[in-house]
């Protein structure tokens, strides 16, 4: 059964603080990896993603670090702002398919 | 660019009923997906549609159909609604690239239904 796993549930950061979001997958014929940032009564929206030929990707203040042997990868939100404040989703999905495999998200808080 | 809108934003029916969801993708997106998500839970593919034919399906019965209309928008129907299909239902527009390859999902605000 495909299934991203993602934790934690909920997180509480001060501000400037390092949040990471873990999340595992199973199926091995996974090869793209986005994160998806979803605000109350909003879509998910797409903040960065990987293919598993990288270890790491940057952009602004999001990285994903990816580890292909343990099949996980996490988001970390560098100098986080309290406009950070979300739910963020893991997703899993292989290059040519067409369906996205979602973690079950993280609620994160990030306080003044 | 208009992004992917969605109609209606709210709405409830009861048990039994059937519900019709709409769907305009973004700009030049030729392909439409439909998602599921359950309060608190990550979302959950329902199907795909692609030239107006259905590309591939989750698990959902078959009470969940839909369909694809030449201008790329889209609808969801769903039939004989149980308490359980109470959700936020959204609507995620893409253009596939070379190689079959579909990424960058444009997603719209949903549809949030109760079922009562």
């Known amino acids: 059964q495909q299934q991203v796993k993602q934790s934690p549930q909920s997180l509480i950061v001060q501000k400037g603080g390092i949040p990471i979001i873990n999340c595992a997958y199973e199926?091995?014929?996974?090869?793209?990896f986005p994160w998806y940032q979803q605000f109350p009564g909003k879509g998910p929206a797409l903040l960065i993603a990987?293919?598993?030929?990288?270890s790491e990707k940057k952009e602004g203040r999001f990285t994903i670090s990816f580890n292909k042997s343990a099949k996980q990868f996490s988001l970390h939100i560098m100098d986080s702002q309290p406009g950070d404040s979300a739910t963020y989703f893991c997703a899993a999905k292989r290059w040519a398919g067409n369906m996205l495999t979602f973690g079950g998200g993280t609620r994160l808080m990030v306080k003044p | 660019e208009t992004g992917v809108t969605q109609s209606p934003t709210h709405l409830i029916k009861t048990r039994g009923q059937q519900v019709t969801l709409r769907c305009s993708s973004q700009s030049g997106h030729n392909t439409v997906s439909w998602y599921q998500q359950a309060l608190g839970q990550g979302p959950q593919f329902i199907f795909q549609y692609y030239r107006e034919e259905e590309n591939g399906r989750g698990n959902f019965p078959p009470r969940f159909s839909g369909l694809q209309f030449p201008n790329y928008s889209s609808e969801l129907n769903v039939n004989a609604l149980e308490l359980d299909d109470s959700a936020l239902y959204l609507c995620a527009s893409s253009l596939p690239q070379l190689g079959g390859s579909n990424y960058g999902y444009t997603f719209g605000s949903g549809t949030r239904l109760t079922v009562v």
């Open positions: 990987i293919r598993p030929d990288v």
């Open positions: 199926n091995t014929a996974f090869d793209y």
